[in-house]
């Protein structure tokens, strides 16, 4: 709080703020005066103890005024001073010739004291101790009113001194209030400057704020060396080139930085196909955070395939300012694509034909018709096995394929409006031999209606087909399994439940993963790989549906195969 | 009809031979390369080519792409084999020019209904 402190300079020098010694002083002086030109030979005389007692009064208020500063007392006590001074004054002024005295003078000294004070009463306080010097000699006998000329300075001498009295009053109210006005003013002025003081600490420290997080940022931006980080403007123009753009592209920041667009970066051919030379409009097509598969051109010429992200930046006032790249190399994940590709369809390749030849085979040692060769039941029964065998592996082939695809994100999907009810029933018949072999009842629910929803239904019916088949071959002998058709206002949903061996439920979540199996499967030696529900997630989520498990060990399983999109059909 | 097959795989060469004496039309020649097949394409007359895809040397769209190219070979009937499994593969073929496709494993009775079509429209 440094207000007060500058208050006290301000006000030093007016008579208000004078300590009480200082204000008392001209009492001193005058009184010191006085007795030297009583003591001096000049011949003025007069009572010799009244003198010594006005002097006493006035030394004693001396040492009061001295003290009071010192003490618990309140500064108003001040005021006894001047009181005592006109206590003084008339004791002197009586014993050195009343009205003749030529002390009378001092009278002025505490009348401008009490009436430098505020308030009116003052004045009066004032007033009423001129009164008394004036009236004193009257009243202890040494004056009388003998002539008119006494009369009139009884009553003159205390209105002049009134009169003064209220000049100085005013004199110093005025004074006073402008006194307040500055102090005002300059308090005003104080806080002025300690909140501008305030301003600039914050603004420095907020540019402090600011400076360390772009140092921050750029380290962290330079830190990356993997991938390219490029800032643009609004028109492509390059204003932020990290460490991993350097190194990808081949540009150093000062090469990049205010000279590069970003179409000089992307193959011409790629900048090109947005018909905007400039890349104004290459970079002005991402509203959000967009991936994009762009290839990418360096400093020497050469090119890379780059997996690119791109994002707007917006200024302080929440405007769009331009565009950051982000961009990774993809060269070695696209040969590693590549080669998986390539590896996918040689072991397709490779398997399928030697699978076409077992089968092809098998179909031409079948009797056509009575002319052939007949052949055993057991030799046909034989056949069976190598036919039923080869065909197995060549679902293994199919599934690994498609879960390649699925992997490689190749898999696509052709929807066209399909009878969810008509898939469902035929996935029942395929499934019913084996149910049967297996003393599995199976049953089929599917409402009165027609169930149309828009999907591929080859995809589909591969997934009911897993998931009837699975249920059918973890069903132990005298079980049971329901395929139930439910048509909801948003979704399609085909439950299939069983009452077989059940899932532990910590192997739930993994179910979809390739090649896993639950350790109920194999405890119970039931055959399979574990590709089949990888498969059918895949298809129902490239129809945004859901696979939903819910299992309880040897009690059953329910899947349920939820496609979004109700009923087409009336 | 006289029939060109073409395919690396020698059990599967004779499958196909099979199916096209089952379907009584003449074997012209039996290769196991892309290259033997133009070779003999350029040879001999034939009526259909049975092309598998993969094969050393010239693979069969690559012998398909020079018969639709040559003036002379232009209009002869092409059936493509292949155990590529990629999803667009019956796009490719069909691109290419060929007059129609097996993917392996294939029914022989498939196969020999095929080439008895062909003869029948010749």
């Keep these: ?570 | 009809m006289r029939v060109l097959i073409a395919d690396d795989d020698a059990d599967l060469r004779d499958l196909v031979t099979i199916a096209v004496e089952k379907a009584g039309s003449e074997v012209a020649a039996a290769v196991a390369s892309g290259t033997e097949a133009w070779a003999a394409l350029q040879a001999m007359h034939v009526d259909l080519a049975v092309l598998d895809i993969s094969m050393p040397g010239m693979t069969g769209l690559e012998v398909l792409q020079k018969v639709r190219d040559d003036g002379g070979l232009r209009e002869l009937t092409v059936l493509v084999i292949t155990a590529d499994g990629a999803p667009d593969i019956a796009e490719q073929v069909h691109a290419a020019g060929a007059d129609g496709l097996i993917t392996k494993p294939f029914p022989v009775r498939e196969l020999v209904r095929f080439i008895r079509d062909v003869a029948e429209r010749l």
């Design chain 1, 1 to 570: 709080m440094p207000a007060p402190h500058r208050l006290a300079r301000v006000t030093l020098g007016t008579f208000g703020s004078w300590s009480p010694i200082l204000k008392h002083g001209a009492a001193l002086t005058g009184f010191a005066l006085a007795t030297l030109v009583l003591i001096s030979p000049v011949g003025i005389s007069g009572d010799v103890v009244p003198v010594v007692v006005a002097d006493a009064l006035v030394l004693a208020a001396a040492v009061f005024a001295i003290a009071l500063p010192r003490t618990s007392l309140s500064p108003r006590w001040e005021i006894a001073i001047p009181l005592v001074t006109f206590v003084a004054v008339a004791l002197l002024r009586t014993a050195t010739g009343g009205q003749i005295s030529p002390f009378g003078a001092l009278i002025i000294i505490p009348v401008i004291w009490i009436a430098s004070e505020q308030g009116v009463r003052h004045i009066l306080i004032a007033v009423a101790g001129v009164l008394m010097i004036v009236a004193l000699p009257f009243l202890v006998g040494i004056a009388s009113v003998a002539v008119a000329s006494d009369l009139v300075r009884l009553i003159f001498t205390p209105a002049v001194f009134a009169i003064a009295a209220v000049l100085i009053n005013q004199i110093a109210r005025v004074q006073h209030d402008r006194l307040l006005r500055v102090q005002q003013l300059v308090d005003e002025r104080d806080q002025l400057v300690a909140s501008l003081e305030q301003s600039t600490r914050e603004a420095h420290r907020q540019k402090e704020q600011s400076l360390e997080a772009n140092r921050l940022r750029d380290s962290v931006w330079d830190a990356i060396t993997g991938h390219a980080i490029i800032g643009t403007d609004l028109d492509g123009r390059v204003n932020v080139w990290n460490r991993g753009a350097v190194s990808l592209l081949g540009y150093t920041s000062a090469e990049a930085i205010g000279r590069l667009a970003i179409a000089d970066i992307h193959r011409p051919d790629a900048a090109d196909e947005t018909d905007d030379a400039g890349g104004g409009r290459l970079v002005g097509g991402a509203e959000a955070t967009e991936l994009r598969d762009w290839t990418y051109a360096r400093k020497d010429g050469s090119e890379f395939p780059a997996h690119v992200s791109v994002s707007e930046r917006f200024d302080e006032d929440g405007r769009s300012a331009g565009f950051i790249f982000v961009a990774t190399d993809e060269t070695e994940a696209t040969e590693l694509q590549r080669l998986k590709d390539e590896f996918t369809s040689l072991i397709s390749h490779e398997l399928r034909t030697p699978l076409s030849s077992i089968l092809g085979y098998v179909e031409l040692l079948r009797p056509e018709d009575e002319f052939d060769d007949p052949m055993t039941g057991q030799q046909l029964k034989y056949l069976d096995v190598v036919d039923r065998n080869a065909r197995r592996l060549l679902q293994l082939v199919g599934d690994l394929l498609f879960t390649a695809q699925v992997g490689a994100g190749r898999f696509t999907i052709e929807r066209v409006p399909t009878s969810i009810t008509a898939l469902v029933r035929a996935a029942a018949d395929t499934a019913a031999p084996t149910a049967e072999n297996g003393h599995v009842a199976l049953d089929v629910v599917t409402p009165e209606k027609d169930v149309v929803v828009t999907v591929d239904p080859l995809r589909i019916g591969q997934a009911l087909d897993n998931l009837l088949s699975n249920a059918v071959k973890f069903t132990p002998r005298g079980g049971a399994v329901t395929l139930t058709l439910e048509s909801g206002p948003e979704e399609t949903r085909v439950i299939v439940q069983d009452t077989g061996i059940g899932i532990p439920a910590d192997e739930l979540d993994r179910l979809a993963e390739r090649f896993f199996r639950a350790s109920t499967a194999s405890q119970h030696a039931v055959k399979g790989v574990g590709l089949g529900l990888t498969i059918t997630k895949a298809i129902a989520t490239a129809h945004d549906g859901r696979i939903e498990i819910a299992s309880t060990v040897g009690v059953g399983t329910t899947f349920t195969l939820v496609l979004p999109g109700a009923s087409a059909a009336a």
